[in-house]
């Protein structure tokens, strides 16, 4: 259930009047899916990144790098982009009105339920709390323009048959969600109109490079593919040792089908990821001890495919232990996103951790779970943590024949027996001409298994073939040979897998704000953002009580040592009064107030306020500055400050 007193518009209200972020081209009527970060948001998101950097970069020794956004076509059709990333839509029949498919199933579903739940409680003259449905979601979900949700009693095979449908609703293929439309009689929300079958819209926006458009691109849908790419470059660099971690920051584009969520789903967006390369023999973790006590909420596919979303709560040593989750590394970097979350003000209430159902998990990867953010839309992914084994590193070498690998020399030398193919270059090179280098390369790329079929074949039928492109080239014995040798390895070739948390910023940011967002007293008009200090886009605001000049000279002085200690400051002299200013700063989110008044120009001393208990201590300028950047940098915490000045209440002043 969600928050019966929170109300979605009022935080959006503030969002807006803070300038946090803003629909872009808003002039021009702006566009969906697409907005502007104003100084607020860019402090916050700012802060946001460089914890990130500092929690995963600068702790793991990863190699950070920056890869261009414009990525050639070829690139992404071998990743498997061009073909398979892509949702499914629908079409209102009549008004062209266009829905993803799997969200509207959803909102629709929700809405009935939520009138289920609402008849129910009006035949039992009870009051029923709000669902975690967005209101604007199930208003157009439903048939009757002005109420939230149709109130109608369900039989228990519909409500049960729709739980079960939402627990599963995203291991459904495109076929399968149109049944589901067809056989729960699901229309276009607004109008009632039928719906056309999903169809497959794949979510990259394309372009060509240079002049002639020969060249086709696309903007990148992830970071990822710049890291695989790099690879060699990356292994290299770190001297060829094992395991490593590259990380990248930036900007990521879909072109999503119908965002209506805010920042949730927009079609620009930052992303941070981390592409962390493993020997697919051993996946521990040199520093799993360090998490494996932390608990997580967790939702495993076995308990979604039973149509329940019961949490299990357990440690991640017992996870992996159990083998609900796959690996040590990846239980690993459960661990670390959750530090990550908790550390910027994710409440762990509501965090949980979803493991992917098989249909839901791309083909190649062998466990993958999502940490989802609770919010007012409900459960939303804002992490992707996916082990995506050597699928990636595996494709781009095929097509490009670089040797993407690890070359490790063996302690012990090893002795091996294997299958070895020899190329008679004399007939060879003149049977295929122009074509023998990349059916040389196909045949050099083959593993045991496909040198295996391709001997079976030439001793049962003296002939054999391989596809090079789509094109089949016949190979004899006059061509190829393959025996089985036994030779000593001293080295070991492998690709390694790779372990991948994906984050999108803007969706742990707007969740962020939900769950910072309070009201003092519970007073309709009193604001309170409680960002962590380390998060918030301002750590101090500095407060002249009045335009008297006489503060004039010491505000500037106090700002300039706040500069100097690298404490990022607002400095609020408007000539409200100090209660409303110090209001004003509560709705931005800064933790921490320094009021310059006349007795600081008589013996040196301020006050320094603490947003959420509104509690000051008055001290010498020194001290008060020390203690604030201390506390900005949380290497103390307001409690112990308090222990040691005497703090007073700061109410009166609040409402002078
Ligand atoms: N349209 C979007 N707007 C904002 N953030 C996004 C969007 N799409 C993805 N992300 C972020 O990028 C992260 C990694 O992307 P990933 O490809 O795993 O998402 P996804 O599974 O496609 O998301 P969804 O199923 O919600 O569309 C997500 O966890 C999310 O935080």
Request: hydrophobic letters at 35%.
């Amino acid at each position: 259930m969600s928050d019966p007193t929170f109300n979605r518009s009022q935080l959006e209200q503030l969002i807006s009047r803070r300038f946090f972020y803003a629909p872009a081209f808003a002039i021009y009527g702006g566009v969906a899916g697409l907005y502007d970060y104003g100084p607020t948001g860019c402090a916050l998101m700012n802060n946001i990144v460089q914890l990130w950097r500092n929690h995963f970069v600068l702790e793991e020794e990863m190699l950070e790098v920056d890869t261009t956004v414009m990525t050639p076509a070829e690139v992404l059709k071998t990743s498997g982009h061009v073909e398979k990333f892509s949702d499914w839509m629908c079409k209102d029949t009549k008004n062209g009105e266009i829905f993803r498919a799997d969200h509207l199933i959803e909102a629709v579903l929700e809405a009935r339920l939520q009138g289920d739940k609402e008849a129910k409680a009006a035949a039992a003259g009870t009051q029923v709390e709000a669902t975690v449905t967005d209101p604007a979601t199930a208003k157009k979900a439903t048939k009757k323009k002005k109420s939230k949700v149709v109130v109608v009693e369900l039989k228990p095979e519909e409500k049960e048959a729709y739980e079960e449908i939402l627990a599963k609703i995203d291991n459904y293929s495109g076929p399968e969600l149109g049944e589901i439309i067809q056989k729960w009689g699901i229309k276009s929300p607004e109008a009632g109109n039928d719906l056309t079958p999903p169809q497959e819209f794949n979510l990259m926006f394309d372009s060509s490079i240079g002049p002639t458009g020969h060249l086709k691109g696309y903007l990148r849908p992830e970071t990822a593919q710049g890291q695989f790419l790099n690879f060699k470059k990356l292994l290299e660099f770190n001297n060829d040792k094992m395991p490593f971690a590259s990380a990248s920051i930036g900007r990521s584009f879909r072109n999503e089908i119908s965002p209506r969520s805010g920042l949730l789903r927009v079609r620009e967006f930052t992303m941070a990821e981390i592409e962390h390369f493993v020997d697919p023999d051993n996946k521990d973790h040199p520093r799993f001890d360090e998490v494996k006590d932390i608990k997580l909420n967790l939702l495993p596919a076995s308990v979604q495919l039973e149509g329940k979303t019961d949490i299990t709560v357990m440690t991640i040593g017992d996870a992996v232990a159990q083998g609900v989750v796959d690996n040590k590394t990846l239980g690993y970097f459960l661990g670390r996103i959750y530090l990550f979350l908790t550390k910027i003000g994710i409440k762990t209430d509501k965090l949980r951790f979803r493991q992917h159902m098989s249909n839901e998990m791309a083909h190649y990867a062998c466990d993958c779970w999502d940490a989802e953010i609770r919010s007012s839309y409900g459960w939303i992914e804002c992490v992707g943590c996916a082990d995506r084994s050597a699928y990636d590193l595996t494709v781009h070498s095929k097509k490009t024949k670089e040797k993407l690998v690890v070359r490790e020399q063996l302690d012990e030398p090893k002795v091996v027996n294997k299958l070895q193919l020899e190329v008679n270059k004399k007939v060879f090179g003149p049977k295929f001409k122009k074509t023998a280098k990349a059916v040389e390369e196909a045949l050099i790329a083959l593993s045991e298994e496909g040198l295996q079929k391709l001997k079976d074949e030439l001793e049962s039928s003296e002939k054999t073939s391989i596809n090079v492109e789509g094109q089949d080239y016949e190979l004899t014995k006059n061509e190829i040979s393959i025996e089985r040798v036994t030779v000593t390895e001293h080295i070991r070739e492998y690709t390694p897998n790779v372990i991948e948390p994906s984050f999108g910023l803007g969706r742990i940011l707007y969740s962020l704000l939900e769950h910072a967002w309070w009201k003092r007293d519970n007073d309709e008009d009193r604001n309170v953002l409680s960002f962590p200090a380390v998060v918030a886009p301002y750590k101090c605001c500095l407060l002249p009580l009045s335009g008297n000049a006489v503060f004039a000279p010491v505000a500037r002085d106090l700002s300039h040592q706040l500069r100097a200690k690298n404490i990022s400051t607002r400095t609020d002299d408007s000539k409200a009064s100090i209660g409303r200013r110090y209001a004003r700063n509560d709705e931005l989110g800064i933790p921490f107030s320094i009021t310059i008044d006349f007795q600081t120009v008589e013996d040196g001393t301020v006050t320094l306020r603490e947003r959420d208990s509104t509690k000051q201590i008055r001290e010498k300028t020194e001290v008060i500055l020390q203690v604030l950047k201390e506390l900005s940098e949380e290497t103390t915490t307001w409690e112990k400050v308090v222990e040691t000045y005497p703090a007073f209440n700061a109410k009166e002043a609040d409402e002078e």
